[in-house]
Nanobody, 123 residues
């Protein structure tokens, strides 16, 4: 059983930056693709970014390209999401996901999910 724990959320003004972390309880991150998703109030969960198991390939939703950067440190079993130039529309609970290949992550069908961390961006 893999447990994921997100951290780094907070409240800030538009244009600011945050770095989210997702710590895995075991070294799952070194052998599995991982990703970030978010759910805004009143909306469905949506894909944000994903990274292959080797970290050689990354994927982003169009609205965050150029502003968000996903990365992972396999030695620390931790994945990160650097979020710059934050906008009010980025306000959401952010979840990390792990397990399966990159297609599984991109489809939002990973076996393991964290509890989420709140990001609130004010204008």
């Amino acid at each position: 059983q893999v447990q994921l724990e997100e951290s780094g959320g907070g409240m800030l003004q538009a244009g600011g930056s945050l770095r989210l972390s997702c710590a895995a309880s075991v070294r799952a991150s070194s052998s599995a693709a991982m990703g970030w998703f978010r759910r805004a109030p009143g909306k469905q969960r949506e894909f944000v970014a994903a990274i292959s198991w080797s970290a050689s390939n990354t994927y982003y939703r169009d609205s965050v390209k150029g502003r968000f950067t996903i990365s992972k440190d396999n030695a620390k079993s931790t994945m990160y999401l650097q979020m710059d130039e934050l906008k009010p529309e980025d306000t959401a609970v952010y979840y990390c996901a792990a397990g399966g290949g990159i297609r599984t992550v991109l489809a939002g069908e990973s076996d393991y999910w964290g509890q989420g961390t709140q990001v609130t961006v004010s204008s």
